[in-house]
Nanobody
Framework: VQLVESGGGLVQPGGSLRLSCAASGVTFSSYAMRWYRQAPGKERELVAGISGAGGNTWYTDSMKGRFTISRDNAKNTVYLQMNSLKPEDTAVYYC?????????WGQGTQVTVSS
C-alpha cells in the first residue's frame, strides 16, 4: 500500500494550494480518506475527511469554509483545496486511508505559509 502526497510548498498568506494524494495497492473506494496536519511542536490534528463514495465530508471547525476535500475514485486520488491560507496553517500535511481498524499513511508534504 502506498500513499503519495504532492502539491505542498511555500505560499503567501491569503494564497491557495491544492494537495493531492495518490493511492496504490488498495481498493480505494472502500476507504474513507482523511487529511491530517502536524505543525512543529504540536500534535497531529485532523483537517478533513471524505467517505469512500465521496458523499460525506467533514472538517475541523477552523478549516471550514477555507478547505475543501474531494476525491476521484477513478484516479485513486484524494485532494485538499486550501484557500485563504494563514501562517498558522503551516505544517506537514499527511494523507490517511482508513477502513475499520486499518490505517495507512503517506509520507507527508510540507506547506509553509509566509510572506
Amino acid at each position: 500500500v502506498q500513499l503519495v502526497e504532492s502539491g505542498g510548498g511555500l505560499v503567501q498568506p491569503g494564497g491557495s494550494l491544492r494537495l493531492s494524494c495518490a493511492a496504490s495497492g488498495v481498493t480505494f473506494s472502500s476507504y474513507a480518506m482523511r487529511w491530517y496536519r502536524q505543525a512543529p511542536g504540536k500534535e497531529r490534528e485532523l483537517v478533513a475527511g471524505i467517505s469512500g463514495a465521496g458523499g460525506n465530508t467533514w472538517y475541523t471547525d477552523s478549516m471550514k469554509g477555507r478547505f475543501t476535500i474531494s476525491r476521484d475514485n477513478a484516479k485513486n486520488t484524494v485532494y485538499l483545496q486550501m484557500n485563504s491560507l494563514k501562517p498558522e496553517d503551516t505544517a506537514v500535511y499527511y494523507c490517511n486511508a482508513h477502513l475499520y481498524l486499518i490505517d495507512y499513511w503517506g509520507q507527508g508534504t510540507q506547506v509553509t505559509v509566509s510572506s
